[in-house]
T-cell receptor, first 110, second 115 residues
């Protein structure tokens, strides 16, 4: 699976959009981009995933660049409960496991 | 209505003991996993079972033995516990992986402390 690179930490003001970048320049054609988050040592929580089109659900939006080498997770109106470590993971066909990196520690500032 | 549940939530034990952690999912999934998160917060897969068959074993010491009595349960038995086994263990489940679209859902974790 392709490796990912994320900034180690970010801050965002409460109520603003949080934009979390991820670089996955070695991604291959059948690999999906997944985002999970972990709130204070709870179990990782699935957020969203995509292949090449932008995706949106009730939690977030995922913007994938046209060359698929990077993506951005957008939390449109961040709340204090969004403070967590966010993991960007690339996962390919036939690969059952999720390979977690170090993620981005997002802190929402009141 | 917990989707993936684990017991116990906390486990404190002495070195050398044998202990088990249980996991159950009520999502009707075919595949279950065990992950380990160490003190540095690195989260790594240990095992994966699909329909009660082992499909991933990530070079975990053979003191760790997963057991899947049915596809809704995946238990983790650890023999001769060592200090380095102290960690948080997460169970997860998903539908069988076909296209890499299948999402994994995680349990709340079991915090193991070996003294």
């Amino acid at each position: 699976d392709a490796k990912t690179t994320q900034p180690p930490s970010m801050d965002c003001a409460e109520g603003r959009a949080a934009n979390l970048p991820c670089n996955h320049s070695t991604i291959s054609g059948n690999e999906y981009v997944y985002w999970y988050r972990q709130i204070h040592s709870q179990g990782p929580q699935y957020i969203i995933h995509g292949l090449k089109n932008n995706e949106t659900n009730e939690m977030a939006s995922l913007i994938i660049t046209e060359d698929r080498k990077s993506s951005t997770l957008i939390l449109p109106h961040a709340t204090l409960r969004d403070t967590a470590v966010y993991y960007c993971i690339v996962r390919g066909f036939g690969n059952e496991k999720l390979t977690f990196g170090t993620g981005t520690r997002l802190t929402i500032i009141p | 209505d917990t989707a993936v549940s684990q017991t116990p939530k906390y486990l404190v034990t002495q070195m050398g003991n044998d202990k088990s952690i249980k996991c159950e999912q009520n999502l009707g999934h075919d595949t279950m996993y065990w992950y380990k998160q160490d003190s540095k917060k690195f989260l790594k897969i240990m095992f994966s079972y699909n329909n009660k068959e082992l499909i991933i074993n990530e070079t975990v010491p053979n003191r760790f033995s997963p057991k899947s009595p049915d596809k809704a349960h995946l238990n983790l038995h650890i023999n001769s516990l060592e200090l380095g086994d102290s960690a948080v263990y997460f169970c997860a489940s998903s539908q069988a992986t076909v296209t890499a679209k299948e999402t994994q859902y995680f349990g709340p974790g079991t915090r193991l402390l070996v003294l």
